[in-house]
């Protein structure tokens, strides 16, 4: 729904732009001294205004999409430091009570990112579920890792 506004406010904006163009040629094309504060007023009210409007409706539809792609490049990155600063596990608990998200989100968000692969989900003998971020590896095992040939 929030794309077909976006799309629609884009498209909107556009029209704006093209209107205030054509006005602006329109009026042009008839300049006459005698009506000169007419002119004005039709520059202002008729080619300014609407060129403004759908330049902003055009700038805010743009800027919304990429706004939100950083706001979850933000969240991604917040929740690998979450998950380096606690050994690379985490519980939908601790990364509720580290992030602004709900402990709904957090579980969502973890569960996505198993299903893609990202993490690998563990059971606790209390039964409780653990993502583990098999690519944050602690400073000891980075000092003892081996090399690709000794395997």
């Known amino acids: 729904m929030k794309i077909v506004v976006r799309l629609l406010a ?8 093209l209107f205030s163009l054509f006005a602006f040629i329109g009026i042009t094309a008839d300049l006459s001294s005698e009506a000169l504060w007419v002119n004005i007023l039709f520059y202002i009210f008729a080619c300014i205004m609407p ?5 902003f409706l055009c700038k805010w539809a743009i800027q919304a999409g990429k706004n939100k792609r950083r706001k979850y490049e933000v969240l991604e990155n917040t929740i690998l430091k979450v998950a380096e600063n606690r050994g690379g596990r985490l519980t939908p608990i601790e ?4 992030t602004d998200l709900t402990l709904d989100e957090a579980k969502a968000l973890l569960e996505k990112w198993a299903l ?3 993490v690998t989900i563990k059971v606790s003998e209390g039964g409780a579920l653990i993502y583990d ?3 944050i590896t602690t400073e000891q095992e980075k000092q003892t890792a081996k090399g690709v040939s000794e395997f």
Not at 10 to 16: D, E, K, R, V
Not at 51 to 55: D, E, I, Q, V
Not at 95 to 98: G, N, R, T
């Open 116 to 118: 893609k692969g990202y």
């Open 95 to 98: 990364l509720a009570m580290d």
């Open 10 to 17: 884009l498209i909107s904006g556009i029209a704006l732009c």
């Open 133 to 135: 971020f098999t690519g």
């Open 51 to 55: 060129g403004l409007g759908g330049f």
